[in-house]
């Protein structure tokens, strides 16, 4: 029906007009400044042991962040359409690297674990690239398709057909067919992430995906269902750690039981809440962290939220913690008052991105959630990643440029 | 339908946002109050914990000093020496870094890279008490090598050095590997000496590496206090060395002894031979024992023995070994029967060689018997008998009470460490347990165990007008500073006998050493008083004795009193007159002089006369060797100069009659030298003709009348560099026959 009357394509340029959202503007700059000070006071201790260097981290950080400004300036300049191009070639690219990372040999020391692919100088991971292609795709995909997923619309499927057409009991709708798709592209991409040993990528992409779907509009039984599934899921791992890979299994053991510590997996987590308790309610001050001090090992990644509630104390991370859920709140604001569904589920799913991981993120430093490998976007050291994330703001602000904001 | 899916879209975007915000961050900020407020405090306190370094600072040890203040025991910096083996990279590193460390520390190769690859741990001690120039040259290895200062580290550290060795071992003591006293004053006045330690507190990073924090803290260390001793460093050099001369000239196992000041009761001398090095207090001193040590096959067996031959070198016996006193022990029971008025020294004994109590029969020394013979007499014959008569006078009871008012049943109280303490009934017998046999046996010093330092406080009160002290090593408490924090007061503990009958014993055994067993320790110019003992051990099968000499001088106002105790002597003489007493006399001459006590001389003596030396700095060179020559003296010019600017002897000191005197007429100090030649073996005109033509003095020692035997000992052996116109004593001993026959072994 929809194909019978085809919709006056809409012309896009190449660059998009209308101011930005000025309050996500000032987030994310607020955020980039800030991760870069106190990544650079987190790694400085560490670098100079390692390296000699106090700005050995700092240096490189601040390269891309650099840089990352122009991606950002040239990002939030260009209208977000021209990614609906873009949108299937990233996907295969993106299944083409996770094959690809599990092919390469990994880095020394870290035999287990098949996450990042090197070129040259730089080191990135594919997850990172595979969580964004799988916001762009499933935009693109869900804006093409919205209303079928929005009605009971029967499949126009060639295969499906054979059930439409008959008078037979079952039918096949265009939202079934659909959602199955979306799982079968997210339980691929998440098997692929799960191989490389990388359990929170692959929950983290698994939960970005499920919420793209709910977003879209696919019924809420499916969430309940779902949301169902995953406390049953939890609950059969945390009493029976061992279906897990072997080293996710003791994280899990030793989250549940606190005193459980062999070779010192608690260690990392120890150092942390160490950490939390010796900044109290103001820090002692930025710089002035002692756990940092190599007690907290690599304070520049993904600990480096301890450091920050040392430095900084409770009120200076909550003031962190505010900056972010503010970023959610005005990202999700832009996508609700975006101009068309792919802009709007776009921003959403950026957004929802960032949040998420760095709630993880600030669960797993305060010992509420299991230790897991999950970074803290725009503080944790890692030159490509930031690069990728300042890409998705600038993204957002692109998108933000046509919503119907009251603008600041 | 626009509509409806944008506000579908825009429900669902709520509901997604407020579930990251609430859920998401909820957890987060949970997770912050949780571990940062709630459990902050227990957190902070976990950190505090691993980021501290609470090191000990140790407190300097006091300094042990002598009386006269020459250091005998100091801690001065050292340095330790360690490995953190979780930093050192890789094994050729290790093995590279092991081979200098070994080389440098003279540690063993194979241990120093096991260390270095023990992965486990972070701090491994490779060698402590590291002097500086190791130090260094460990600083040197580290900044010449790069990445050797992540692994090997330097602390500070202590060590204890004892600048004369061997010099009074038994009585310093030496301390173990963490700066504890383990025996002698080290041990016995640990806790003073110690100090109070400080604390370093500092905060750290897990490498254990110092970094800068608020919480860092000091406390300093409190030095321990030092101590100056009532040793007199001369005085303890003339009592070792005549000790350790005696062990080997008579091949005896040991020899001890001690000096004690009459009055004070501070003892100036305190000797067991052979001793050891404080600076190497784990190496067998004794070549015989080691050798023995060696032949054991078995490694147990020989390490249990050389733990006990350790412990054996260790031992100040003066204090912690026990004997059977012998016939010294007859001036006790001559004082206690004219204290209570049962015996005076002009009464009339007959001896007849044998005494019998109950079943048993007591012989005396001389089988034959002395004869008719006065109390006093008893005492220079050393008569049994006539002991056995005067004890049963007084009676078990009394008998007891003067043995314990002369400290024989209670310790000294010595400030030293592990005096032996008498047990009555078990090392002596006491009143109610003293039945005649008992009683006959005690009368001449048997069947009692008492340690040396008893019996010379035993016989000291006799010198001191019957006035028992408390000896006591440690005259004076020093702070760091050297202010002095506490005098010992000299402490009386009982009047035991009248000072009349502690004269008239004074007497008598001044008689033993004129005319009676203790001839040997004859002094010329000076009165001694003294008794000799010798005693069957009983603890060995074979026949071992001790011969053993306490007495004191001058006797009409004594100074000194003097103990030697000569332990198995194996070269044919066993009696205390023989062995001990020559040894005694050595001392108590050079004691005496040192002490510049104006020597009396009897008519016999007048040839034998020591002179003080006069004044010549000053004079002309020629005038004074004229003046100087005519009095008699051997003169010696050292260099052309034309007046006397240095004399040795200086002015002042005791010389013998006819000595030399070394005139200095260049330099303004006495600095020649000339080696000691053998003066043993020689008649004392020989001696005196040898020492003259070396430049040297002669004092001789021994028994008084009678110089045609040959010398038996020096007091500073051949070879020795000594100042020109020092003074060596050179010891006869008696070689007629006298009234003591060695045949029991009783008695002398």
Known sequence: MAKQKAKPKQKHGFLIRGGLDIPFFMIVIALITLGLIMMFSASSSYSYYYFNDSFYYFKRQLVFAILGLGVLAVMSSVDYHVLKKAAVPILLVSFALLVAVLLVPPPAGFEDFHRWISLGPVTFQPSEIAKFAIILYFA??????????????????????????????????????????????????CALVYKENHVSGTLLIFALGIMMMFLAGFNYRWFVVAAVALVVLVIVVVKNPSILPEHAQPRILSWVDKDYDPLGVRWQTNQAIYAIGSGGFFGVGLGNSKMKQLYVSEPQNDFIFSIICEELGFVGALFIVILFALLVWRGFLIGIKAKDIFGSLLAMGIVFQVGLQAALNIGVVTDVLPNTGISLPFFSYGGTSLLMLIFEMGVVLSVSRTAKLKKI | MARKTDRKLQDRAYIAMILT?????????????????????????????????????????????????????????AWKIYVNPKEVPDEETAKKAASSLSSILDVDYDEVLTDCLNKKRSYIV??????????????KLRTENKGYNRFIGIEDDVTRFYPYDNFASTVIGFTGSSDKGMSGLESAYNTKLTGLSGRNITAQNAKQ?????????????????????????????????????????????????????????????????????????YKISKADVKEEL?????????????????????????????????????????????????????????????????????????????????FTTSLMNSCNPIYIQVAQRLGSQKFSNYFEAFGLGETTGVDLAAEAAPKPGVTYYTADRMGPVELASSSFGQSFQVTPIQVCTAINAIANDGKLVQPYIVARELDSEGNVVSVTKPTVKRQVVSKLTADTVTQMMVEVVRNGTAKNATVTGYKVAGKTG???????????????????????DPEISVIIIIDDPKSGSFTGGKTAAPVAAEVIGNTLRYLNIEPEYGDDEKTQQDVKTPSVV???????????????????????????????????????????????????????????????????????????????????????????????TQSISKGTKVALGSTVTVAYMTTTTEMEIEDTGNAD
């Open chain 1, 140 to 189: 693109y995909h869900m804006d093409r398709h919205f209303k079928e997923i929005n009605s009971n619309a029967l499949s126009d499927a060639s295969w499906a057909q054979g059930f439409n057409q008959g008078r037979g009991l079952i039918k096949i709708r265009a939202k079934t067919v659909h959602m199955m798709w979306y799982l079968l592209i997210l339980a691929v991409t």
């Open chain 2, 126 to 139: 490779l060698k402590s008490k590291v002097d500086f120039n190791t130090k260094q040259l460990i600083e």
């Open chain 2, 294 to 374: 060696d032949q054991i096959a078995n490694d147990d067996e020989r390490a249990k023995a050389t733990t006990s031959a350790l412990f054996a070198q260790w031992r100040n016996r003066t204090i912690t070994d026990t004997y059977e006193p012998g016939s010294v022990f007859k001036c006790i029971t001559a004082a206690a029967g004219i204290e209570e008025g049962v015996v005076t020294p002009d009464e009339m004994f007959v001896c007849g060689g044998s005494y019998k109590v109950k079943d048993i029969t007591y012989h005396c020394s001389n089988r034959r018997g002395h004869g008719s013979e006065d």
């Open chain 2, 21 to 77: 915000l609430v859920l998401g961050f909820g957890i987060g900020v949970f997770g912050m109050i949780n571990t940062g407020l709630i459990h902050g405090e227990e957190n902070r306190r976990k950190a505090e914990s691993e980021q501290l370094s609470d090191t000990v600072v140790a407190a300097r040890r006091g300094t042990i000093y002598d009386s006269n203040m020459n250091i005998l025991a100091q801690s001065t910096d």
């Open chain 2, 534 to 556: 010798t005693s069957e051990k009983l603890t060995t099968a074979t026949e071992d004795y001790i011969g053993s000499f306490c007495g004191f001088a001058p006797a009409d």
């Open chain 2, 618 to 712: 000053g004079l002309s060179a020629a005038a004074a060797q004229e003046s100087l020559s005519a009095s008699g003296y051997t003169v010696r010019v050292i260099g052309d100069g034309e007046k006397v600017k240095a004399q040795y002897p200086e002015a002042g000191k005791l010389i013998p009659q006819n000595g030399v005197i070394v005139l200095y007429t260049k330099s303004a100090k006495a600095s020649e030298t000339v080696e000691v030649p053998n003066l043993t073996g020689l008649t004392v005109s020989q001696a005196r003709s040898t020492a003259r033509a070396a430049g040297l003095n002669v004092e001789i020692v021994g028994t008084s009348n009678d110089f045609t035997g040959a010398s038996y």
């Open chain 2, 209 to 281: 590496r110092e970094i800068s924090s608020d919480f860092a803290t000091y406390y300093a260390a409190q030095e321990g206090t030092s101590l100056q001793l009532t040793i007199d460093n001369a005085i303890q050099y003339y009592l070792d060395s005549a000790l350790s001369n005696a062990v080997e000239t008579q091949n005896a196992t040991y020899g001890y002894g001690i000096v004690m000041d009459v009055k004070t009761g501070a003892i100036l001398a305190m000797s067991s031979q052979p001793d050891y090095d404080l600076n190497d207090p």
